[in-house]
C-alpha cells in the first residue's frame, strides 16, 4: 500500500466526502458500521469505495478473549469480499467475555499464555478471511503485574508468530509512555520494523483524576505537537508508511481533518526514498 496519508471516515461527513473529493489518499471506516448490507451506511461506504482506497478497522474481534468468533467473522468476511479493502486491522486487546460485550479495548496481561492465545485468534481470522490482517495496539491506563514481556516485545511477537502485520498507532504509544513512565524511542525500537504495515495519528488529552494526571486517548482533536514529534523520530526508524488520522468525537469540519492529513503526508513526503510501498 502506498505511504499516503488518510482520514478516519466517519457518518458525518460520508456526503460532503463524495461532493467536495478532497485529496486524501485513503479513508479508513470501524467495520462493524457497515455490516449490514444494503443498509444506508453500507451503501455510503459503496459510493466512497468507488473513489477512494477503503481500509477496514475493526474493534470487536477481541482478539485477547476466548469470544466465539464465527458471526463475526462471517459479518466481516461479507464486507472484506463486497469492498475489497486495501487493508484489515483490529486490536490487540480484549473487549468481550462470557458473551458480554463492552465499550472499551481493554489491555492483556503480556504473558506466554496470552501471546499463544492471541496468535491462535489471528490464525482463525486470517484463515477465515484468506487474507493478512492487522494489529493494533492499544492506549493503557494500567499494566498487569504478573506480565512477564514487554509490551513492544509482545506485539513484535504477535506479528511474527501469527504472520500478521502491525497498525502502530503513535498516539498510542505516547499516551502509554506517559502513563507508564515508558521510553516511547525503545519501544519503537523494539518492534520488527518490516512488520509496521500501517500507522496512525490522533488527538489526545490530559486529566487529573484522583490526584494523578493521565494521558486519555480521546480522538477529539487534532494531533498534539509531541505526537507530531514522536510521529517523525517513528518515520525516520521505520520509514514512511501509511497513516491515518482518527477524529472520532467533537468532529470537526471535513477541511480540518484532511489539513491534519495534508500535515501527515508532508512529513511522509520528507522521508520518501526510493521504497514507497509497504509490501502487504
Do not use: K
Not at 103 to 118: G, K
Not at 145 to 154: L, P, R, V, Y
Not at 235 to 251: K, S, V
Amino acid at each position: 500500500m502506498p505511504a499516503l496519508a488518510g482520514i478516519g471516515l466517519r457518518a458525518p461527513h460520508h456526503d460532503p466526502l463524495l461532493v467536495d473529493r478532497p485529496a486524501v489518499g485513503f479513508v479508513e471506516v470501524h467495520s462493524e458500521n457497515y455490516f449490514n448490507a444494503g443498509s444506508p451506511p453500507h451503501r455510503a461506504l459503496t459510493a466512497t469505495r468507488a473513489h477512494y482506497p477503503v481500509s477496514l478497522h475493526g474493534v470487536g474481534l477481541s482478539l485477547g478473549s476466548d469470544t466465539p468468533l464465527a458471526d463475526h467473522l462471517h459479518r466481516l468476511a461479507d464486507l472484506v469480499r463486497h469492498i475489497e479493502p486495501t487493508l484489515v486491522s483490529d486490536h490487540l486487546c480484549w473487549c468481550a467475555a462470557s458473551g458480554v460485550h463492552l465499550n472499551e479495548l481493554l489491555p492483556l496481561p503480556y504473558t506466554e499464555e496470552a501471546l499463544d492465545l492471541v496468535v491462535a485468534r489471528i490464525g482463525a481470522v486470517q484463515d477465515a478471511l484468506g487474507r493478512q490482517i492487522l494489529v493494533e495496539n492499544v492506549s493503557s491506563y494500567l499494566e498487569f503485574s504478573h506480565s512477564t514481556i514487554a509490551e513492544a516485545e509482545f506485539l513484535g511477537a504477535v506479528a511474527e508468530r501469527a504472520d500478521c502485520g502491525i497498525l502502530l498507532d503513535v498516539n498510542n504509544v505516547y499516551v502509554s509512555a506517559c502513563n507508564h513512565g515508558w521510553d516511547a524511542l525503545a519501544y519503537l525500537d523494539a518492534l520488527p520494523a518490516q512488520r509496521v504495515w500501517q500507522l496512525h495519528l490522533a488527538g489526545h488529552q490530559r486529566r487529573s483524576i484522583d490526584g494523578t494526571t493521565l494521558c486519555i486517548d480521546t480522538h477529539d482533536g487534532p494531533v498534539a505537537p509531541a505526537v507530531w514529534r514522536l510521529y517523525e523520530a517513528t518515520l525516520a526508524r521505520l520509514g514512511p508508511r501509511p497513516t491515518l488520522i482518527e477524529w472520532d468525537a467533537e468532529l470537526p469540519p471535513l477541511a480540518t481533518l484532511c489539513d491534519q492529513a495534508g500535515q501527515a503526508q508532508r512529513r511522509l513526503d520528507q522521508h520518501m526514498g526510493a521504497d514507497r510501498a509497504v509490501a502487504v
